[in-house]
């Protein structure tokens, strides 16, 4: 696995909102990562607390990390399908998304997309405020696909 190019992905972002976030990666590591979202002024809502849209962020793009973190960036690309997402607390303390999979999840989770060489790959992930609180938790549904129809090749 060549985590200098999944790194690259999170210094440099390919989508230009994500970039503006701040987030960044305490760990990218195989089948296990942890991002971490500063909040500044730009992710706070009307009422003080972190907007839903930046907690939906991290969830969807630490899922996609965790992807290539368990897979590699040359077989295939992880497109985001469906997300159910329940906020449970408010916050407006930095955001963590730390999240981690068994070899063996790993494993059974793409065995069908290998054998139809595309297909769903489901997340249940967890969000956290920087104290530890769990302030959100979803559901993510991705669809993956060869990775020459993806951006990732190249």
């Known amino acids: ?16 909102w994500i970039a503006m976030s701040g987030m960044y990666y305490e760990t990218l590591e195989i089948r296990h990562v942890k991002i971490v979202v500063p909040v500044k002024g730009r992710h706070l809502n009307h009422v003080g607390t972190v907007y839903g849209g930046t907690m939906f962020m991290i969830l969807e793009v630490s899922g996609a990390l965790l992807f290539f973190s368990a897979y590699g960036m040359d077989r295939f690309v992880p497109v985001l399908k469906k997300c159910e997402i329940e906020y449970l607390k408010p916050t407006s303390k930095d955001l963590v998304a730390d999240l981690r999979i068994s070899e063996e999840e790993a494993r059974d989770n793409l065995a069908e997309i290998e054998k139809k060489g595309k297909g769903d ?3 249940n992930a967890k969000l956290a405020d920087s104290e530890g609180t769990e302030v959100a938790k979803a559901r993510i549904t ?9 951006f990732v090749k190249g």
């Open 142 to 150: 991705y669809f993956a696909i060869p990775a020459t129809r993806g």
């Open 1 to 16: 696995m060549n985590f200098d190019r999944l790194k690259g992905m999170v210094d440099n972002p390919p989508t230009p």
């Open 121 to 123: 790959w489901i997340l």
